[in-house]
Nanobody, 123 residues
Framework: QVQLEESGGGSVQPGGSLRLSCVWS??????MGWFRQAPGQEREGVAA???????NYADSVKGRFTISRDNAKNTLFLQMNSLRLADTGLYYC???????????????????WGQGTQVTVSS
């Protein structure tokens, strides 16, 4: 069983940056990803990192967000730059399971989830 815990969320002004972290326990075999959900909205994929280092980003965050991990520390990161109001939401860390590819970026493809960390972008 895999357990995940996100941290690093907070409030930031548009154009600012945040770095989210996700510490996992247990063995992860598949891709890892970040998803987000705003109130009243569906959960959407943000970024995913495959077992080979291959990445996949939602079009809305390409060029602004970077997903990475430190296997030695069992930590997944999401560096978020040039934040926009639309980036506001509850961000979840997830593990796909046995599939190592970082696509598709669909929540239904991921098995293990953290509790989420809130990111609020406001003027």
């Amino acid at each position: 069983q895999v357990q995940l815990e996100e941290s690093g969320g907070g409030s930031v002004q548009p154009g600012g940056s945040l770095r989210l972290s996700c510490v996992w326990s247990g063995t992860t075999y598949g891709a890892m990803g970040w998803f987000r959900q705003a109130p009243g909205q569906e959960r959407e994929g943000v970024a995913a990192l495959g077992g080979t280092g291959l990445t996949n980003y939602a079009d809305s965050v390409k060029g602004r967000f970077t997903i990475s991990r430190d296997n030695a520390k069992n930590t997944l990161f999401l560096q978020m730059n040039s934040l926009r109001l639309a980036d506001t939401g509850l961000y979840y860390c997830a593990v796909r399971g046995v599939h190592w590819l970082p696509r598709p970026l669909e929540s239904s493809e991921y098995t293990y989830w953290g509790q989420g960390t809130q990111v609020t972008v406001s003027s």
